[in-house]
């Protein structure tokens, strides 16, 4: 298995490394946000932040930078919720669109269909990038899109995609074991959900 950490140098950038190359690097600018969304985005077991004389790595470059396709964004779209007036998601977050937020979002904002699709177009890049680097193996177009599907849904990082037994099946070569594994994440709070049921069904056979 590869060594992976995240190592934060003094010029603001995060650099995934994997056995000792730099494989990928997010920018943060000094932005806790953005501190906090490259630990959620990364494969890294261990971290570490330089002092300011330790210059940051040359950064390799990346794989096909691989996009979800049609089928998987007619998929997400069609079972995550839109709405094109901003609101409070509960927690005092100004979410609008396919759940976009950030400080472009401000009360009373009002967007159109393409305007919340191109938001989300946005927002799936970091998912894109995430499901990338964790497969080791090699996946067609239709498996990509349904494991991005279901990274966008479960979330990243140990306690979804990153950490479940349908990444490490699948990096084991097992790819019927790892599509018998969307079903599995169809709970609420311990109880089957019909939606999530349905979502999980679709995502399966759009990877098989």
């Not at 009002?110 to 890049?125: H, M």
């Not at 599509?179 to 089957?192: H, I, L, M, R, S």
């Given at each position: 298995?590869?060594?992976?950490?995240?190592?934060?140098?003094?010029?603001?950038?995060?650099?995934?490394?994997?056995?000792?190359?730099?494989?990928?690097?997010?920018?943060?600018?000094?932005?806790?946000?953005?501190?906090?969304?490259?630990?959620k985005f990364?494969?890294?077991?261990t971290y570490?932040?330089?002092?300011?004389?330790?210059?940051?790595?040359?950064?390799?470059?990346?794989?096909?930078?691989?996009?979800?396709?049609?089928?998987?964004?007619?998929?997400?779209?069609?079972?995550?919720?839109?709405?094109?007036?901003?609101?409070?998601?509960?927690?005092?977050?100004l979410t609008?669109?396919?759940?976009?937020?950030?400080?472009?979002?401000?009360?009373?904002?009002?967007?159109?269909?393409?305007?919340?699709?191109?938001?989300?177009?946005?927002?799936?890049?970091?998912?894109?990038?995430?499901?990338?680097?964790?497969?080791?193996?090699?996946?067609?177009?239709?498996?990509?899109?349904?494991?991005?599907?279901?990274?966008?849904?479960?979330?990243?990082?140990?306690?979804?995609?990153?950490?479940?037994?349908?990444?490490?099946?699948?990096?084991?070569?097992?790819?019927?074991?790892?599509?018998?594994?969307?079903?599995?994440?169809?709970?609420?709070?311990?109880?089957?959900?019909?939606?999530?049921?349905?979502?999980?069904?679709?995502?399966?056979?759009?990877?098989?």
């Amino acid at each position: 298995m590869p060594k992976r950490s995240l190592e934060i140098f003094s010029d603001g950038r995060a650099y995934e490394m994997k056995d000792d190359l730099a494989i990928k690097v997010t920018e943060t600018n000094g932005q806790t946000k953005a501190l906090i969304d490259a630990l959620k985005f990364s494969m890294a077991k261990t971290y570490h932040i330089h002092l300011p004389d330790k210059q940051p790595p040359d950064v390799a470059e990346r794989r096909g930078s691989k996009h979800i396709n049609q089928e998987g964004f007619k998929l997400l779209t069609a079972f995550e919720g839109c709405e094109l007036t901003a609101y409070d998601d509960g927690g005092g977050v100004l979410t609008i669109g396919y759940g976009h937020t950030g400080d472009d979002v401000f009360p009373e904002m009002t967007i159109s269909q393409k305007q919340a699709e191109d938001l989300l177009i946005g927002d799936l890049e970091k998912f894109e990038s995430y499901v990338e680097d964790a497969v080791e193996v090699e996946i067609d177009d239709n498996q990509f899109s349904a494991l991005v599907c279901f990274c966008f849904n479960v979330g990243p990082g140990t306690e979804g995609f990153g950490g479940s037994t349908l990444l490490k099946l699948l990096n084991d070569g097992d790819y019927q074991g790892a599509a018998n594994q969307f079903p599995v994440w169809n709970k609420v709070n311990g109880e089957p959900w019909p939606g999530l049921t349905r979502r999980r069904l679709a995502e399966q056979a759009l990877f098989s």
